[in-house]
């Protein structure tokens, strides 16, 4: 009988929720096998650098996933700002499932994780507080005060993560999300 083939989306969903809980050290590769559907074989067959191509693969998805999801939403100057920031709220809020999954950059960002991909880290969220400062200007602030605007903004959201987390409530999240939307009140 032939197995059910395993889309790219989901094999890097499964990849991405074990980096996120796990790290880059405590992810094993059995528990990247379980999570997309593979055998390790196959597994190693579709990445054959091993964990560190399955991470590149993973931080790519989610470089992309920024770069349509937040940066090209907040930048699009067609679209009036407070609608820009609505609709890049509820992509984050939808990617961190609400409030109950952490972050993939502060997972990786741990020991070998951040050795080996710390420019792919960096530059992720440079593309985050970048997308945010934009909207900033946007809505009439000066480069400085809407870079500063866009590194709280990141701030609050993440830390509100791992509040979430350590409180199994996704209140502090969501009270990140509507702290956000009152930063860039027009």
């Known amino acids: 009988m032939r197995m059910a083939k395993v889309s790219d989306?989901?094999?890097?969903?499964?990849?991405?929720?074990?980096?996120?809980?796990?790290?880059y050290d405590g992810a094993s590769l059995n528990e990247l096998a379980d999570a997309t559907g593979l055998k390790k074989a196959s597994l190693y067959h579709r990445f054959p650098g091993g964990?560190?191509?399955m991470t590149s693969a993973v931080l790519d998805f989610m470089e992309s996933w920024i770069n349509n999801k937040v940066y090209k939403v907040?930048?699009?100057?067609?679209?009036?700002?407070?609608?820009?920031?609505?609709?890049?709220?509820?992509?984050?809020?939808?990617?961190?499932?609400?409030?109950r999954e952490v972050c993939l950059y502060r997972s990786l960002s741990m020991d070998?994780?951040?050795?080996?991909?710390?420019?792919k880290i960096e530059k992720?969220?440079?593309?985050?507080?970048?997308?945010?400062?934009?909207?900033?200007?946007?809505?009439?602030?000066?480069?400085?005060?809407?870079?500063?605007?866009?590194?709280?903004?990141f701030i609050e959201i993440q830390g509100s993560l791992v509040l979430s987390k350590a409180m199994n409530s996704t209140e502090p999240f969501q009270k990140a999300i509507q702290q956000t939307t009152m930063r860039y009140k027009i």
């Not at 407070?82 to 992509?91: D, F, G, P, S, T």
């Not at 593309?127 to 590194?151: C, P, Y």
């Open 51 to 53: 964990k560190k191509e």
């Open 9 to 23: 989306q989901e094999i890097l969903n499964g990849l991405m929720s074990v980096f996120r809980s796990k790290g």
């Open 74 to 99: 907040l930048s699009d100057s067609q679209v009036a700002p407070a609608e820009r920031l609505q609709e890049a709220l509820v992509n984050i809020n939808a990617v961190y499932n609400e409030g």
């Open 124 to 153: 992720g969220i440079n593309q985050w507080l970048e997308s945010f400062s934009i909207l900033g200007r946007a809505v009439g602030q000066d480069e400085d005060a809407a870079m500063q605007k866009a590194k709280q903004t």
């Open 112 to 119: 070998t994780g951040m050795a080996l991909f710390g420019e």
